[in-house]
T-cell receptor, first 109, second 117 residues
């Protein structure tokens, strides 16, 4: 399978704590993206990091990319109950996007 | 339109029937993707359209699946002789491209949930 792997598969934390999820992939990439999916909804783009970048920030999100290890991590700081969702990484090669298996995050109020 | 629109949002059908799922991408987006998401799973690539180029159909799981994109805009995914294993959420996404450049971001519709009884 070309699908990326994410871990953990599920994560439950208290509001205010940080959440970290990891993504590993198999092929060479142009960029890596993170998406969020609320239950029963479509995916929403969160952040994109290019293959020549190592770290990127957007609000409470911090993404790192290690192309030598073919891995990325997404950190959500000061989590809120509204952050409860599934999070997917997606790698873009030429035009194809390969999605990871997702991390289900639950933030407890 | 303001976003990617998919219809129907829910479809229940009997095994063996044909179904059509529709996607209306964001105006001006030349790239269009179909993905399938089974319950609690990741996204499985089905097909990709880019402008007037031949589509990449490499992800279609069987010859019962087909898709077309008319006029470079609206796309229809057709599943013939549906089977229970076809039950899933079918997601459509579009992307802006110009001269080979792209922002990289995919814009998704809300999906069409298909249940085959």
């Amino acid at each position: 399978s070309q699908q990326g792997e994410e871990d953990p598969q599920a994560l439950s934390i208290q509001e205010g704590e940080n959440a970290t999820m990891n993504c590993s992939y198999k092929t060479s990439i142009n960029n890596l993206q993170w998406y969020r999916q609320n239950s029963g909804r479509g995916l929403v783009h969160l952040i994109l990091i290019r293959s020549n970048e190592r770290e990127k920030h957007s609000g409470r999100l911090r993404v790192t990319l290690d192309t030598s290890k073919k891995s990325s991590s997404l950190l959500i700081t000061a989590s809120r109950a509204a952050d409860t969702a599934s999070y997917f990484c997606a790698t873009e090669g030429t035009y194809k996007y390969i999605f990871g298996t997702g991390t289900r995050l639950k933030v407890l109020a | 339109g303001a976003g990617v629109s998919q219809s129907p949002s829910n479809k229940v059908t009997e095994k063996g029937k044909d179904v059509e799922l529709r996607c209306d991408p964001i105006s001006g987006h030349t790239a269009l993707y179909w993905y399938r998401q089974s319950l609690g799973q990741g996204l499985e690539f089905l097909i990709y359209f880019q402008g007037n180029s031949a589509p990449d159909k490499s992800g279609l799981p069987s010859d019962r699946f087909s898709a077309e994109r008319t006029g470079g805009s609206v796309s229809t995914l057709t599943i013939q002789r549906t089977q229970q294993e076809d039950s899933a959420v079918y997601l459509c996404a579009s992307r802006w491209t110009s001269g080979g450049a792209s922002t990289g971001e995919l814009f998704f519709g809300e999906g069409s949930r298909l249940t085959v009884l």
